[in-house]
């Protein structure tokens, strides 16, 4: 059990090391698209076009499901909004 805890300590460790660091909050992806009530876009797609906007973008390590990002928030649910817009509720996510 030992070994075990201190290679999730690494784990961790790697992905806070890899976490935007002047960005002090996450946003959560499924509470995101569940106040839209829209199906999920791939996160990794998600975090890829604010990457194409300019910003920084990480994996939190408290929910591997959230965005850490510097980007606007308002950036966040315009690419949710566009989202919506393609894939209205009850089609298939892609």
């Not at 935007?20 to 995101?32: G, I, R, T």
């Not at 698209?33 to 876009?41: D, F, G, H």
């Amino acid at each position: 059990q030992g070994l075990a805890s201190v290679q999730r300590l690494r784990g961790l460790a790697t992905l806070v090391s890899r976490e935007v660091p002047d960005a002090p909050f996450f946003m959560s992806h499924a509470a995101m698209t569940k106040a839209v009530r829209c199906t999920a876009p791939k996160l990794s797609g998600i975090r890829a076009l604010i990457a194409k906007a300019g910003f920084n973008v990480s994996q939190s390590h408290i929910d591997p499901q959230a965005i850490k990002t510097d980007a606007p928030y308002a950036l966040l649910w315009d690419l949710l909004r566009v989202w919506v817009d393609i894939h209205p509720t009850g089609s298939k996510s892609a």
